[in-house]
């Protein structure tokens, strides 16, 4: 992704005395002496600035105001620019630290709607800038698809869900690993037969057209794991709550999975963008708050998409014996639910046993008939469906894009080849723009396995691109044996829509802050120019600070420049860290200026890394460096 070099930093006015004048000298034999270096960066169309521990690199405007005049960088040492960089051991009670969803920090926010289970992020005082300690006895998972039916017992050493849930099917202690039976609450006879089930009721899920899902309450993801089998990608979302990582078995397994919960924010995911949502007991009170859960729900369905509910009150008349209730209160919440959802555009597609399902309208009649003040209430355009980075939930019905409207997404896999009509939304996008990055994909996947034979084969499993634009990068990998997390920037162009358009999955995200997943839990991370993107950011963000000539002076504007600003490269280096699995690699593209940094953080981390040319050699503004993670034990038990 190519961003703007224009809107610089105006340079303050006012003469410079002699007490400047050395400063000045200084810097402008330093910038002659990186000019050549710095001048290739230049050209490639991207701003590059950075904070990292090692240098700050700080925007100078030139003297001469002439139109189309570049901003130079100068780089001001802290301290000696060869120096280690070096980083602590976690406590070892932070072995599944999750700084955004903290247990430690709850009491600091509201109960309300289980607001405190949403992402509340430390702000950087508070962050712990160190490596977090894999458990004691951890050792690398087992491999796919092995580890879809068992995992070792010390890499998630929790007992209490075994004790609790163990009834039920979810997971059973078997001497040094845990084995998913692949039971559940609603699915006491497996969760194949259970979406057997299913799939009876919604044909869709048989013939392709069924290909993206969202799992809310997903326990140990058993649901999404059988599913992947069936060629539909799932989503797998669940809090950290009292069930004791949810989300951790998930990824240990190899199924895709992310910490979230439906509370008052939006979910990272942009409208219409998933074919199915699934709630099996998920225990979220549907009907209450006006129905604005249906509602989210509503939003990230696509036309024609199927929602599935099981547990209350579906089957009340069989079930309600063993919910604690009546059956006279869990009939009146039925009809209310059918009552909802027929306002909101849904129908009952299907019903049979203990499962229903609703399918979203692809008539246009019925969204037409809502308005602003109808009950429930259109949703205006004061808002982007797509927005969802600390989105507050909105009381109101999506409408569909009247674009999307009566249009059926060709059945997978087709539809991963197929520009959809949400690419033209995303600034600078095209169906030959897509069909580049593809091409561009395929031939840099090539590259990476000749330098990593791991990728491609049963060691590496669970993968992340940090920085997508299109998917490009999880459509190469697609005949291998991997998932990919889609990450697309939560302050650049949105084009997460056109991720799942193609039947990839993804979140929205900000690489200034941790990701919402435990850690280790994925085996690669690609960065594909992420520190040039932040880089940019930065400089944005902090432009409103007027340069100096003092590199001293600047330093300080750079260090007192707001928090939401300073996205340092060892923060970011860090969490990628805590989310990468020991013996997993990190494959960082990026212009060589930022690799020099990122090796002599990576060094402090205890990666080995290695540096490379990218599939074209002769793109000297263009490198890769190639790390991996060790396995090491914590000193303090």
């Known amino acids: 992704m190519k961003y703007s070099k224009e809107a610089k930093p105006e340079r303050a006015g006012g003469g410079g005395g002699g007490a400047r004048a050395v400063p000045v000298a200084l810097m402008l034999l330093l910038l002659c002496g990186f000019s050549f270096y710095l001048g290739g960066m230049y050209s490639t169309g991207r701003t590059f600035t950075f904070s990292s521990t090692t240098t700050s690199i700080i925007p100078i405007v030139s003297t001469a ?35 955004c969803t903290d247990p430690k920090r709850w009491r600091r926010y509201g109960n309300y709607r289980l607001s405190f289970m949403e992402r509340h992020c430390p702000p950087p005082p508070e962050r712990a800038v160190c490596l977090v300690p894999p458990p004691r006895g951890y050792k690398p998972p087992i491999r796919w698809p092995k580890s879809k039916d068992q995992c070792w017992y010390r890499n998630v050493p929790y007992d209490w869900i075994n004790s609790q849930k163990s009834n039920q099917h979810w997971l059973r202690k078997d001497g040094d690993r845990f084995t998913f039976p692949g039971g559940g609450t609603m699915f006491p006879n497996g969760v194949g037969a259970y979406v057997d089930l299913m799939a009876d009721l919604i044909p869709g899920m048989k013939d392709g057209s069924v290909r993206t899902a969202l799992d809310t309450g997903c326990g140990v993801a058993s649901w999404g794991g059988d599913l992947l089998a069936r060629n539909i990608l799932t989503v797998s979302l669940a809090p950290r709550d ?12 190899g199924i895709p999975a992310i910490l979230g919960i439906i509370s008052t924010q939006r979910l990272p995911i942009p409208s219409a963008s998933m074919d199915m949502a699934h709630c099996s007991r998920c225990l979220i009170p549907w009907t209450e708050f006006g129905g604005l859960y249906l509602m989210e729900i509503q939003r990230v369905l696509r036309p024609g998409g199927f929602w599935v509910l099981s547990g209350p009150p579906i089957n009340y008349e069989n079930r309600w014996h063993g919910w604690n209730t009546t059956v006279e209160a869990q009939k009146a919440d039925f009809d209310r639910l059918k009552k909802m959802l027929a306002s909101m555009c849904f129908r009952l597609y299907n019903k049979k046993g203990d499962i229903a399902v609703w399918q979203k309208s692809l008539d246009a009649g019925c969204y037409d008939k809502l308005t602003p003040v109808t009950t429930p209430a259109k949703c205006d355009d004061s808002v982007d469906a797509d927005a969802a980075w600390y989105v507050p939930m909105r009381s109101c019905v999506t409408a569909p894009s009247p ?23 995303v600034p600078g996008g095209s169906g030959s723009a897509m069909k580049h990055d593809d091409g561009k994909w395929k031939a840099a996947t090539k590259h990476y396995k000749a330098l990593l034979p791991a990728l491609g084969s049963d060691k590496v499993r669970n993968v992340m691109d940090m920085s997508a634009v299109y998917g490009g990068f999880a459509a190469s990998l697609v005949k291998d044996p991997v998932w990919v ?27 200034c802050e941790a990701f919402s997943t435990y850690p280790r839990t994925y085996d690669l991370l690609h960065a594909d120019g992420l520190f040039t993107a932040e880089s940019h950011r930065y400089v944005m963000c902090c432009r409103i600070l007027p340069p100096t000539y003092s590199a001293k002076e600047d330093l300080k504007l750079l260090t007192d420049c707001p928090w939401h600003c300073r996205c340092e490269m060892k923060f970011v280096l860090v969490e990628m860290d805590r989310i ?58």
């Open 242 to 253: 009292n069930h004791e990582a949810q989300v951790q078995f998930a990824l240990e397994r």
């Open 403 to 425: 674009k999307s409207r009566g249009k059926a997404l060709p059945k997978w896999p087709q539809r991963l080849s197929v520009a959809p009509e949400r690419v033209s939304v």
């Open 580 to 637: 990468l699995r020991p013996t997993g690699y990190a494959i960082i593209r990026d212009n060589p200026y930022f690799l020099d940094s990122v090796a002599s953080i990576a060094k402090g981390m205890r990666w080995t890394c290695d540096r490379h040319d990218t599939e074209n050699k002769e793109n000297e503004k263009e490198k890769l460096l190639i790390c991996h993670k060790q396995l090491w034990s914590a000193k303090k038990a």
């Open 65 to 99: 105001k002439q139109e189309g005049s570049a901003i130079a960088l100068a780089i001001a040492r802290n301290g000696n620019g060869d120096d280690e960089v070096e980083f602590s051991e976690c406590p070892a009670d932070y072995q599944d630290y999750t700084p």
């Open 485 to 511: 997390m889609n990450v697309v920037s939560s302050y650049g162009p949105n084009s997460l829509g056109v991720v799942y358009d193609r039947g990839l999955i993804g979140t929205n995200h900000d690489w």
